[in-house]
């Protein structure tokens, strides 16, 4: 990844249902991110961002695919004004069901619908369709893997991003709070496994009954947490993109004085970081 290219985890609450006025939050977010941060190239939003994780059964109901198209459409243009990339969770339409989904909105204003969860968890089973395959993709970013919140608790997904060329894990959750620890344990997890840094987004405020955990975060490949959100309120942590890759680190692990690697950044959790708030 080329330096001084900023990456961004954004936590966020949403409104169940009401698909435009979520992604006129997301425009107004990606608006004051970079504002704070002109050089931001990719913002990472949570899973089901556009919609909310409330009252899955009632999505056809409540919305469609026109109404999706419509949002990412706003999110897009977004995206072109500010001159960046944006990967947002949303429910998507399908002849065969409704999947949990991800879309990307590139820095020229395009969209595409790039995956769909994998492994759905008991509530979603009965709402949602099961993706079927682990997507990479190039963007101008760089070339990327994404993962769905509980996908990332599988080390076959991220393998095969990996596999397939991925740069960089863009994860995009839901996860409840009493589970935060095991969030931090996958995204970080996976990011170890295959020498790729992560950029996790978790979604904030209640589910029903659940507590979302927040405490989105950008790991470097060495498994280590470069920055995370403090708390459970809307708002992001950046970092430059190349500062997380520790490919010569990895190779000579072990082997170097642990005054070098505290020169490289490895450790250090917060080198680099810019935190905001909404």
């Not at 949403?14 to 931001?40: D, F, S, W, Y």
């Not at 496994?193 to 992560?198: F, G, K, L, R, T």
């Not at 500062?243 to 450790?267: A, H, K, W, Y």
Request: net charge negative.
């Amino acid at each position: 990844m080329k330096p001084g290219v900023y990456g961004a985890a954004a936590q966020m609450d949403c409104v169940t249902g009401e698909v435009m006025e979520n992604a006129r939050h997301i425009c107004r977010m990606l608006t004051e991110m970079k504002a704070q941060e002109p050089k931001l190239a990719l913002a990472v939003f949570p899973e089901m961002a556009l919609y909310g994780y409330e009252a899955l059964e009632e999505i056809p109901e409540r919305t469609d695919a026109a109404r999706i198209s419509e949002a990412m459409d706003l999110i897009g243009e977004n995206c072109r004004r500010l001159e960046l990339a944006a990967v947002v969770g949303t429910p998507w339409f399908t002849e065969s069901g409704v999947e949990n989904s991800l879309c990307l909105a590139e820095r020229d204003g395009r969209w595409r619908h790039v995956c769909s969860k994998c492994h759905l968890i008991r509530q979603e089973r009965n709402v949602f369709r099961p993706g079927t395959a682990y997507t990479v993709c190039s963007t101008s970013a760089g070339v990327l893997g994404f993962l769905i919140c509980w996908d990332c608790a599988f080390p076959e997904a991220a393998r095969a991003c990996a596999q397939a060329g991925a740069e960089l894990l863009a994860v995009s959750a839901a996860w409840e709070k009493c589970y935060e620890r095991q969030w931090e344990l996958a995204a970080c997890g996976r990011s170890l496994d295959n020498d790729i840094p992560v950029i996790a987004s978790n979604r904030v405020g209640r589910s029903g009954s659940a507590e979302l955990a927040g405490r989105s975060l950008i790991g470097d490949s060495m498994g280590n947490i470069f920055c995370q959100a403090s708390g459970q309120q809307e708002g992001w942590v950046t970092a430059e993109l190349s500062r997380l890759c520790c490919t010569e680190i990895r190779r000579d692990f072990g082997s170097q004085p642990l005054q070098r690697l505290e020169e490289q950044g490895m450790g250090r959790r917060r080198i680099g970081m810019k935190e905001g708030s909404i």
